[in-house]
T-cell receptor, first 114, second 110 residues
């Protein structure tokens, strides 16, 4: 069974530029998560989707971050404009449901904003 | 109090020993508990989940949950150098949001 797929794996951009990350969850997983992980910290949830619906986006900085999950499968996370403090690893995870279901992470995208 | 707390380590054990990793949690997170392993430069990999009090064993790994004392631990028997990684404890809150600790770095000495 294929795992969570993310692209790109690495991205270096200048501040104020836009950037987008893509995620394809494990087949059949209807719940998708975007996390941000800073060095030396655990992942922090940005947004959770159940199918197409964003059910928890309370931690998403909505002034510059946006996300979508069209057709309840793939998802895209965008930052516009990027700031220096956005440098981090952006992780996508999926699970077969909520309610404490196990979450499986993709390889992540390491973003460096210069 | 942080919702999920871990000692950052490093915890250093000799090869073949039992590594004991601990995690405490607040009242805000008390639903489901997970242990993830994260190698440097890689993403978190799920090791075990535990939902009720007691022990849960899977190969060389044993997770222990004590809800009365609000701690969860991970024991790794016969530790190998390949077990050297950061171990993340995570728990869900009442809305099933997964909250992570900052991780404990484990070093297994050959």
């Amino acid at each position: 069974e294929a795992g969570v797929v993310q692209s790109p794996r690495y991205k270096i951009i200048e501040k104020k530029q836009p950037v987008a990350f893509w995620c394809n969850p494990i087949s059949g997983h209807n719940t998708l998560y975007w996390y941000r992980q800073n060095l030396g910290q655990g992942p922090e949830l940005l947004i959770r989707y159940e199918n197409e619906e964003a059910v928890d986006d309370s931690q998403l900085p909505k002034d510059r971050f946006s996300a979508e999950r069209l057709k309840g499968v793939d998802s895209t996370l965008k930052i516009q404009p990027a700031e220096l403090g956005d440098s981090a690893v952006y992780l996508c995870a999926s699970s077969s449901g909520t309610g404490g279901h196990e979450q499986y992470f993709g390889p992540g995208t390491r973003l460096t904003v210069t | 109090q942080k919702e999920v707390e871990q000692n950052s380590g490093p915890l250093s054990v000799p090869e073949g020993a039992i590594a004991s990793l601990n995690c405490t949690y607040s009242d805000r997170v008390s639903q489901s508990f997970f242990w993830y392993r994260q190698y440097s430069g890689k993403s978190p990999e799920l090791i075990m989940s535990i939902y009720s009090n007691g022990d849960k064993e899977d190969g060389r790994f044993t997770a222990q949950l004590n809800k009365a004392s609000q701690y969860v631990s991970l024991l790794i028997r016969d530790s190998q150098p390949s077990d050297s990684a950061t171990y993340l404890c995570a728990a869900t809150d009442s809305s099933y949001k997964l909250i992570f600790g900052s991780g404990t770095r484990l070093l297994v000495r050959p």
